[in-house]
T-cell receptor, first 114, second 113 residues
Framework: ETGVTQSPTHLIKTRGQQVTLRCSSQ?????VSWYQQALGQGPQFIFQYYREEENGRGNFPPRFSGLQFPNYSSELNVNALELDDSALYLCASSVGPPSQETQYFGPGTRLLVL | GENVEQHPSTLSVQEGDSAVIKCTYSDSASNYFPWYKQELGKGPQLIIDIRSNVGEKKDQRIAVTLNKTAKHFSLHITETQPEDSAVYFCAASSIHSGYALNFGKGTSLLVTP
């Protein structure tokens, strides 16, 4: 176990709705990265937060947004859900500032959009 | 951006045999290469990583080799056991990607008794 927790574990939404996913980082870690993993694919980078600021972003539209809180926990928000948003959403925590430090993943939240 | 390719997509070996998974990357500035194991219903778990100032790293039955000139790196698992069965992902990161991990598509390893 990595000490990274995510909630909820599973979620079902309908197209057009909004969703919020949560992540608690491992103790001592101040950087959180979010990844989307479609079925049968490798994780794809969404964005990263360091000290409550977005530090980098992958090729995802603005309806994917996030927050990091003073305790370094983080939220991923997705607006106007589309069917293709169905995936496993993973967060990973690491010791910042962002560098070659190891990223430790949580168990993920599986989102199904109908 | 960085492109990581991973082969093979599936690999079946008998218990006790060795397994090798290979990855190539495109960004010559990439300098950190972790390998993750993902079991069904779980998040990826780091099993070994290597940085660009090292050519090889070993941890018990697992080893990783890196060839920066050819831009490829490989995972070697010796004396495989049924509990090694899982999906394995390679990844690469560089300052160009803000140190985000760029993953390969994964290798499904099956170890049969």
């Amino acid at each position: 176990e990595t000490g990274v927790t995510q909630s909820p574990t599973h979620l079902i939404k309908t197209r057009g709705q909004q969703v919020t996913l949560r992540c608690s980082s491992q103790s001592g870690h101040n950087t959180v990265s979010w990844y989307q993993q479609a079925l049968g694919q490798g994780p794809q980078f969404i964005f990263q937060y360091y000290r409550e600021e977005e530090n980098g972003r992958g090729n995802f539209p603005p309806r994917f947004s996030g927050l990091q809180f003073p305790n370094y926990s983080s939220e991923l928000n997705v607006n106007a859900l589309e069917l293709d948003d169905s995936a496993l959403y993973l967060c990973a925590s690491s010791v910042g500032p962002p560098s070659q430090e190891t990223q430790y993943f949580g168990p993920g939240t599986r989102l199904l959009v109908l | 951006g960085e492109n990581v390719e991973q082969h093979p997509s599936t690999l079946s070996v008998q218990e006790g045999d060795s397994a090798v998974i290979k990855c190539t990357y495109s960004d010559s500035a990439s300098n950190y290469f972790p390998w993750y194991k993902q079991e069904l219903g779980k998040g990826p778990q780091l099993i070994i990583d290597i940085r660009s100032n090292v050519g090889e790293k070993k941890d018990q039955r697992i080893a990783v080799t890196l060839n920066k000139t050819a831009k490829h790196f490989s995972l070697h698992i010796t004396e495989t056991q049924p509990e090694d069965s899982a999906v394995y992902f390679c990844a690469a990161s560089s300052i160009h990607s803000g140190y985000a991990l760029n993953f390969g598509k994964g290798t499904s390893l099956l170890v049969t008794p």
